[in-house]
């Protein structure tokens, strides 16, 4: 059954697993580079980002389902709105788990903030 439904998830699949490929080099080409110690993640600041992302995945994922769209424009306005809202909700995850994010991101904007580590 071919089709533009089949062809669009060929292609997704496509770019995923070619993403996750591109991945595990990019890590075995840090380690040998760089040693195991650079694959070393803090675990409150991997936490937040792994929190970030499985939340804005899942609400991208519902709004996506849940907005029908009959045309290109629709389509475009779409996927702009449900990125959108996927970004804000990845901050809000990730600065409630790691509060040195919010920190760290007012330090570039205002010159002025002294970014502090926090307590573990």
């Not at 040693?35 to 993640?41: D, E, K, T």
């Not at 995945?57 to 996506?64: E, I, N, Y």
Request: charged content about 15%; proline content about 4%; some cysteine.
């Amino acid at each position: 059954d071919a089709g533009p439904a089949r062809t669009l998830r060929l292609i997704t699949l496509g770019m995923s697993v070619g993403l996750l490929l591109a991945m595990l080099a990019l890590v075995v080409l840090v380690s040998r580079a760089w040693g195991a110690s650079a694959l070393r993640l803090p675990l409150r600041p991997a936490l937040a980002g792994a929190s970030g992302a499985a939340a804005a995945g899942a609400v991208g994922w519902w709004l996506g389902g849940a907005w029908s769209t009959e045309g290109a424009v629709e389509a475009a306005a779409t996927c702009v709105a449900c990125a959108v809202v996927g970004v804000v909700v990845f901050a809000a995850v990730g600065a409630t788990i790691d509060r040195s994010i919010v920190r760290r991101l007012l330090a570039r904007v205002r010159p002025g903030v002294v970014a502090t580590k926090e307590p573990s």
